[in-house]
């Protein structure tokens, strides 16, 4: 799936893959990488099961792709972190129900 996003003077963008579920995760990973010109970033965001499930019944009432709603998640979930902080490799965001539906 294609993420892009701005946030911090940049346009970012990149794709992201759903990973495997070990026993010990808690929300689904999924991979990430983005690039904004020379920087890049690798990292995982972690999809709660309720924000699956909210892809789900977005995708079945508005006729949208899952991962075109879970990558504008992603992306939302991206601008809010960036807010905080620079992008690096090694991040880890969970991303729940509320940046599926919006605010």
Do not use: C, N
């Not at 892009?4 to 990149?14: M, N």
């Not at 990558?71 to 129900?97: I, N, Q």
């Amino acid at each position: 799936m294609q993420v892009s996003f701005e946030g911090r003077g940049a346009r970012w963008s990149g794709a992201a893959e759903i990973a495997e579920r070990t026993e010990t995760d808690k929300h689904q990973p999924w991979s990430l990488k983005v690039a904004s010109g020379a920087d890049t970033a690798e990292g995982t965001m972690l999809v709660t099961d309720l924000a699956a499930s909210a892809a789900d019944e977005q995708a079945k009432s508005t006729g949208e792709e899952v991962d075109v709603i879970l990558g504008r998640a992603f992306s939302r979930a991206m601008v809010a972190e960036l807010g905080l902080r620079p992008l690096g490799s090694g991040f880890r965001f969970v991303v729940d129900h509320r940046w599926v539906v919006g605010y």
